[in-house]
């Protein structure tokens, strides 16, 4: 089994890189393909790993490229040749990268293409809860001008997705809205609750953006558009308080000696907000694993982002969420 | 010129008291009208100051009750009685209530009543940037299903009031919204983009959610629904990380030692993120000023609020709302 991971178009190759050596070292039933310059992820293998393959593709796809154009004309890129190889062979299970996300989705749509039944795949992300665990965004942005039914669809998606990863059993299902109850919302997210309450999922009501990150949700559905609010103000506002704490710190001679003697416990507070490790962000609904991490991304989450397609894989979730949906399908037809 | 406080309905009524004593005296020119449970208030007026008046009204509206039922049925609750003073004279100039913000707003819609031209009121609301400014959120809950003609009247309200309240000549507008670029985000929010390009303000683009509160701009206008995920996750996760915060400074007893000797420098990051200094969110585009202070406000966050009452009083803010939609009206009507 192959995992490809696409090392450029992200801010630092050379860790994803050195992630992917960790990772393959940890799974040697599988074989990692290292896409990008050859000569880059070369200098960077250290020791390397026997299940290491190395695809050389000189091209890189930026931000600045229009996605469905780059995706159609960069064919030498290092993303448009690991999405080959991933539809190339069905030893080929996921792909793991760190470049642009409009081409990465782009990509995903395009070449690897959506399971039968799924009317939008969306990407899933985890932010930090107040509790040390995660909390599941889906979609977080890779839809806008959700229909109530593609909102039902995420919460199905990503219910097999938190099951598979997070080993939850039942994840408690929140539905993003301006207020707790069922009446609460606009148009698009009544009818989405109306939608979600039938599902065969632990469905727990609609949930305000506060408590988003409280340790009460596993999974929080929205729209696309709001949770893209959602998840970038959560972890814009984590951040800037960070950077206040930071300033406040060392604002005079008596903090610095303070932050000095709570060094240990403002270490753990840093890791218990850092995403790295948790990995990327998962695309799901195509017919092949996909991650989308960070562009800052370091060893340790590309590792994650990899041991996740594993253990996605091992849980047999594409053909998971072909099930739910088939049923989800069916039920809505009938009606 | 009188100027009416509700003072039941929320947390703590007594400080709404002692809040609207201190303001009274601040501003001798202005009498202070406080409506709810007179013994109440007579028990907490300290002091008191001569500008005083006090309305006995029994009865008090919760957030268990259905808005529009309580104020059409408990007309001998302070919040309908404050209405009633407020717009039984010309006299009375604005309101404050930290009472259920579905009643104020219901009651500003039905009895006070749109100024105008104003499709719908907007309620708008500051959050602390982390340059220890402010910045200004409109819509930020009252409204779902906001049309962008709604989001471009939104735009303008806020304008007049930031300009009044914060004394900026030319606020920084920007439109909440997945991406900087002028074609990401849902329908709605290309065309709300399109209309605000045209206002005579200082529209500045799109803005991602991670950057609301980095003191790039004055004002974010939003349709209300996404506007109310990111006051609320941007509110829920200052909260939670210095929570966090908390329980790190008290792990071990190095912590502690160091807590003390930081004690200054984080009480002044609680008071940067402090919401009660800068007063209630005012409910704009309805005839008299109407501000809906937090249900937990105290003495300070009062005085805020009748203070920036006050400032939009003087400042005209009304007529200023009405000239200025009427201009957009007729603009928007020629086409």
Avoid: W
């Avoid at 081409?103 to 959506?114: E, F, H, M, P, Q």
């Amino acid at each position: 089994m192959k995992i490809i991971v696409d090392v450029m178009g992200c801010d630092h190759p050379e860790k994803l890189v050195r992630g992917t050596v960790d990772a393959a070292k940890l799974h040697p039933d599988y074989t990692m393909v290292l896409v990008g310059d050859s000569d880059l992820i070369k200098a960077n293998l250290g020791g390397g790993a026997s299940n290491i393959e190395i695809e050389h593709a000189p091209d890189v796809i930026t931000n600045d490229d229009v996605p469905t154009q780059a995706i159609r004309q960069k064919t030498q890129s290092s993303l448009v040749r690991s999405f080959s190889i991933l539809t190339g062979s069905d030893d080929a299970i996921g792909l793991v990268s760190g470049g642009s996300t409009g081409a990465v989705l782009t990509g995903a749509t395009l070449i690897v293409k959506r399971l039968s039944g799924v009317k939008r795949p969306t990407l899933a992300s985890f932010l930090p809860t107040v509790d040390g665990k995660l909390v599941c965004v889906a979609d977080c942005g890779a839809n806008v001008d959700s229909l109530p039914e593609y909102i039902a669809q995420f919460a199905l998606m990503a219910n097999v997705y938190v099951k598979a990863v997070r080993g939850i059993e039942s994840p408690r299902i929140g539905l993003l809205s301006v207020g707790p109850e069922e009446k609460k919302g606009d148009e698009r997210t009544r009818a989405a609750h109306a939608l979600l309450k039938e599902l065969p999922i632990n469905f727990v009501g609609n949930l305000e953006a506060r408590y988003a990150i409280s340790g009460d949700y596993d999974v929080v559905v929205s729209d696309g558009f709001s949770g893209n609010i959602l998840v970038k103000s959560t972890e814009g506002t984590a951040k800037m308080v960070m950077k206040l704490l930071k300033s406040a710190l060392t604002s005079s001679l008596s903090s610095k000696i303070g932050a000095l003697l709570m060094k240990k416990s403002l270490k753990s507070l840093k890791k218990k907000m850092d995403y790295h490790a948790y990995g990327g962000a998962p695309f799901l609904g195509v017919k092949k694993l996909v991650i989308k991490t960070h562009g800052s991304s370091n060893e340790v989450s590309t590792a994650a982002s990899i041991n996740n397609i594993i253990l996605m894989h091992e849980r047999n979730i594409i053909s998971e969420i072909e099930t739910g949906l088939a049923a989800f399908n069916g039920a809505t037809e009938q009606q």
